[in-house]
């Protein structure tokens, strides 16, 4: 009888367990809470808004197939939405998160549900609030671990660890963004940058704010980088140590050694850190790169690596030291963005389009328009082929699905309206259009752009982000591109893959991608004061055939305006 019982029992918890084995994909349920929280760094405090109260918020975890369900509850004073930077949202555009392009926004006391599928992605990306500035302190990673199973392409690391870079302000964000736009000039720089929340020793301050990595020898480590910082693009470098760059914007890339990495504001890094020493510290360094002779914050945001060995008097180890790279370190950046190439392996092959049905040239950078009540009687803005995009009343994609005249015209140009030295010397007039315009696409299309940056006001780095999308980035030069010269250089085999690239200051980047995801997807510069001064343009990507190639219906509980 008993032996009969622990059969049935032993069935019983083996039928449980067998599916659950076998079983790849899941529903991922998170919860949200946006809520103001105290948090002291340089030495003060101040309140911020937070996702449940933490600074970087809560880190997802999912793998590759998996639905992911994030109930977010607005408990702060501001309209909210939130973005998951990278997540290719495939039919899902109601949850993709830019405020007034794919949805109205969360109002306070309000809540909405996101729901997605990690459809053909694993790797590091992340998400942020994606309206106002509240992305300052808005933001975490997303890991996408591959299917069950499978491995990477690369050995197993030892261990996996998140590093979110950021920025800090010791006043209020919201603040300083609205000083800047009643004056009409730029905004103040930020007052630190932080890893995983921290900007390192400050003098004569007793709390500590230094994030620290303990490590054991011999081992592989896996960063997940993220750049979660407003307005600077980043060195990172360990004293001491090669880092093997495996992956960028999830998706997997040659491995290569470097001692820096560049990472632009959106874009994500995964590097393979081999603790090939015995013990020790090791200085950590994050240092803007900026070539153009615009201020930024200049602070070098510190951690430390800490070997954790038997003979440990760790307090007393002193810290082997490194500098971080000249701001201006052009040649670094270079070396790292031109070994960025895609894996391209059987399993992860490189579908780079082959032909064009869609070319286009975006000329971007910086102008002046007309302000009346401005300190100089105008004020700095920025466009896309001479427009300064203005977001709309209510979404771009609501307007689109419910047939909602008046919202956007389907007109933006394929070419600046009048062609110039982008690059040169020569003044042409600095000032703008404004208008509500996005590029129509058919479903599939296949689209080359080339994102010239102009030397209206100063060159400038640009870190492009494209919504709903990866793209191959196919060819990057200085000065003017040249369209009879240049394509004969471009890279149609590896190219790396990615959903954020950086228009080199005074320069140009082709890419290419296949539209294939029917919706209203945001084109940007991750600058976030780039975007508030409008380099910013949306594609709406029309439905294919069936409903497989169209937009689902949008959630019940979507937000109103
Ligand atoms: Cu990471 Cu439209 O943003």
Request: glycine letters at 6%.
């Amino acid at each position: 009888m008993a032996s009969w019982l622990l059969k049935g029992l032993i069935l019983v918890i083996v039928g449980c367990l067998l599916p659950a084995l076998f079983v790849e994909s899941r529903i991922r349920h998170y919860k949200f809470n946006v809520v103001q929280k105290n948090h002291t760094r340089l030495c003060s405090t101040k309140s911020i808004v937070t996702i449940n109260g933490k600074f970087p918020g809560p880190t997802l975890v999912a793998r590759e197939d998996d639905t992911v369900v994030v109930k977010v509850v607005n408990h702060v004073k501001y309209n909210l939405t939130i973005h998951w930077h990278g997540i290719r949202q495939i039919r899902t555009g109601w949850s993709d998160g830019p405020s007034y392009i794919t949805q109205c926004p969360i109002q306070p006391g309000q809540t909405f549900t996101y729901n997605f599928t990690l459809t053909g992605q694993r790797g590091t990306l992340w998400y942020h609030a994606h309206i106002l500035w509240l992305r300052a302190t808005v933001h975490g990673a997303i890991v996408i671990l591959p299917k069950l199973g499978v491995p990477y392409p690369f050995p197993k690391p030892h261990k996996e660890v998140v590093v979110v870079l950021g920025e800090w302000w010791k006043s209020d964000v919201e603040a300083v963004i609205n000083e800047a736009l009643k004056s009409g000039l730029a905004p103040n720089v930020s007052d630190a940058h932080t890893i995983n929340g921290y900007p390192g020793p400050v003098k004569n301050c007793n709390s500590q704010e230094l994030f620290n990595l303990q490590v054991r020898p011999g081992k592989r480590y896996m960063l997940r980088i993220a750049n979660a910082a407003l307005n600077e693009e980043l060195f990172f470098k360990i004293a001491g140590h090669q880092l093997t760059v495996v992956e960028v914007d999830a998706t997997y890339v040659k491995p290569f050694k470097t001692d820096t990495i560049v990472i632009s504001p959106g874009q994500t890094t995964n590097v393979i850190l081999e603790t090939d020493k015995l013990a020790g510290k090791y200085l950590v360094v994050v240092s803007p790169f900026m070539e153009a002779p615009i201020a930024v914050d200049n602070a070098t945001g510190l951690a430390t690596i800490h070997y954790a060995t038997t003979s440990n008097t760790s307090t007393s180890l002193s810290t082997t030291l490194t500098a971080p790279p000249p701001i201006n370190a052009t040649q670094i950046s270079d070396n790292f963005t031109n070994s960025l190439k895609a894996l391209n392996s059987n399993k992860f092959p490189a579908l780079v389009p082959q032909k064009v049905d869609h070319s286009l040239f975006f000329a971007v950078g910086l102008g002046i328009n007309p302000c009346s009540t401005c300190v100089n009687g105008s004020r700095i803005v920025a466009a896309i082929n001479n427009v300064s995009f203005v977001l709309p009343k209510i979404s771009l994609l609501q307007a689109h699905y419910f047939n909602i005249n008046g919202v956007f015209t389907p007109d933006f140009p394929a070419n600046p309206p009048t062609p110039f030295n982008y690059t040169g010397n020569q003044v042409t007039n600095p000032a703008t259009t404004t208008g509500t315009r996005v590029y129509r696409l058919p479903y599939n299309a296949t689209v080359q752009l080339v994102l010239q940056d102009t030397a209206m006001l100063t060159p400038e780095n640009h870190p492009f982000h494209l919504h709903g999308f990866n793209f191959f980035v196919i060819g990057r030069g200085v000065g003017n591109y040249d369209p009879k010269k240049d394509p004969k250089r471009f890279n149609l085999v590896d190219p790396v893959e990615r959903n954020t690239v950086g228009v080199p200051s005074g320069g140009w980047t082709a890419i290419r991608f296949r539209a294939d995801n029917p919706g209203v997807w945001f084109l940007h510069c991750h600058l976030e004061i780039h975007t508030t001064w409008g380099l910013k343009m949306a594609f709406l990507v029309d439905n294919g055939n069936g409903p497989n190639e169209s937009i689902m219906p949008p959630p019940m509980d979507f937000p109103k305006c």
